[in-house]
């Protein structure tokens, strides 16, 4: 099949290359220029593993290709991805902004009936909108279906190759046809093909990552009751993971949540509820909880030393989670703030998120391309991203370089007991 996938970020490429990896020929559009440039020689400009790999196949097999160029994706392929952003606005709301424009210029531009599928998370009503923008350039058939996307940042090649279900939104059995084509070779062991109307598949997927940012808030709120009640939240989180009505995942309590989904998506549904009368009182809970729980650990570093005033502090991961270079509301970023409004100084290491840091927070942090390196000097040591690099370090090594051996672990990924036989005081979340 011809396909077009408008915008080429984190979603867009992935579904773009996977796309052509099951044989389809996938025009790829974005409006960035050296983007473009770069991805037409194999070169991926964001860190996703295994990513750049598929690129670079599916281009020499030509089955890939890139462009600024709207009207090729809309004069070659017959079905039409939408991966653009959709941001929060002021109000919290999702921006469709970037959407109803394409929609609009597809509209304009198309020649042939056509398959438009909105990829970006968008709420409820958004299929209707894009369709009454479209309508109103044109009069040539077409078709809008709604397919939220699943994929987790750091296994998104595998998300999408293995999903665990593919949701269509339509009541247009031609276009059900076809989106079940599309994704069939995805799914060989089992069919995870859910077809609903368009409004249920877009509500599920804002009703996913809400439920998702629940359970981080949820146990985030365990932690901080554990450390008051004398509780292990490790122990806790194990007991409660047994039940399969709850599952052992998505349990661990940490620095909050971040990431360019959750925090807008949270967001954007309690507008969506507030739009139609009714309050979604979770989510605004889930909200505070992780607002507060992203300084939790400067607040100890705070209580433990009086005054942050002057101290140095080294911060390992900066990316909102590992296998990713994406900063976008990551907790380091509120930690680093947090640290540097108290008057300390901060240095800081990531894997891969380095080159975006800079660009967010300049000359706020220095930056060390070795994480022994970052802890020179350093009173202590905030541990915000559990990259695998950081499980087993040299402690022995650590304590020779810091000036203080104190150790944050945001992410309980360190043994409390063997720190303090190396001669570390150590804090955790909810331990
Ligand atoms: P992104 O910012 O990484 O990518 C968006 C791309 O669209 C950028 O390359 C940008 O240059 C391009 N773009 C902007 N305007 C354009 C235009 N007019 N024409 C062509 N290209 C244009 O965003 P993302 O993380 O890929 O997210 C896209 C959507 O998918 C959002 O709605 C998001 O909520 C949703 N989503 C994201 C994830 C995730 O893990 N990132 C997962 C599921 C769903």
Redesign the pocket.
């Known amino acids: 099949m011809k396909l077009g996938v408008?915008?080429?970020?984190?979603?867009?490429l992935v579904v773009g290359a996977c796309f052509a990896e099951s044989g389809n020929d996938v025009i790829c559009?974005?409006?960035?220029e050296k983007?473009v440039r770069q991805l037409r020689r194999g070169i991926v400009p964001?860190y996703e593993p295994g990513l750049e790999e598929l690129v670079r196949k599916n281009l020499k097999e030509k089955r890939l290709t890139f462009t600024t160029r709207?009207k090729d994706a809309v004069d070659e392929a017959s079905v039409i991805f939408l991966?653009?952003?959709?941001p929060a606005n002021e109000d919290g709301s999702a921006d469709l902004r970037?959407v109803l424009?394409?929609a609009a210029k597809i509209g304009k531009l198309m020649r042939k009936p056509r398959i438009i599928v909105t990829?970006?998370?968008?709420p409820v009503g958004t299929a209707e909108k894009i369709r009454e923008v479209i309508r109103r350039e044109t009069d040539i058939e077409f078709d809008v279906v709604a397919n939220?996307?699943?994929?987790?940042?750091g296994a998104?090649v595998a998300d999408f190759m293995s999903p665990d279900r593919v949701i269509v939104g339509t009541r247009n059995p031609e276009s059900a046809r076809i989106m079940h084509e599309l994704y069939k070779p995805f799914m060989r062991t089992s069919d995870r093909f859910m077809l609903m109307d368009e409004r249920s598949a877009e509500l599920s997927k804002y009703a996913a990552n809400a439920l998702l940012a629940t359970k981080i808030s949820f146990m985030n709120e365990i932690a901080n009751l554990c450390e008051r009640v004398g509780a292990d939240v490790d122990q806790v989180r194990r007991g409660l993971g047994a039940d399969p009505r709850i599952g052992a995942q998505f349990l661990f309590p940490g620095v909050g949540f971040g990431?360019?989904?959750f925090p807008?998506?949270i967001k954007a549904l309690t507008k969506t509820s507030h739009e139609v009368g009714y309050e979604f009182r979770i989510l605004k809970a889930v909200e505070e909880v992780n607002q507060q729980q992203k300084i939790r650990l400067v607040e100890k570093a705070q209580a433990y030393f009086g005054s942050l005033r002057g101290k140095k502090f080294a911060v390992w991961g900066l990316s909102f989670k590992p296998r990713t270079d994406d900063l976008r509301e990551a907790p380091s970023l509120a930690i680093i703030h947090e640290l540097v409004k108290r008057g300390a100084n901060v240095t800081a290491h990531d894997p891969v998120a380095i080159k975006n840091a800079k660009e967010l927070l300049g000359r706020m942090v220095t930056f060390f391309d070795n994480y022994y390196d970052a802890l020179k000097g350093a009173d202590g040591l905030f541990l915000v991203t559990e990259w695998n690099d950081f499980r087993h370090p040299d402690f022995d090594r650590m304590k020779t370089l810091m000036r203080t051996p104190v150790i944050f672990d945001g992410r309980n990924i360190y043994e409390p007991e063997l720190l303090k036989q190396h001669g570390f005081t150590y804090f955790g979340i909810g331990r």
């Open positions: 408008i915008g080429t970020g984190y979603v867009g559009v974005d409006v960035d983007k964001i709207l991966a653009l952003p959709t970037y424009d394409v990829k970006s998370t968008v939220p996307e699943f994929l987790k940042q998104a990431g360019s989904c807008k998506d």
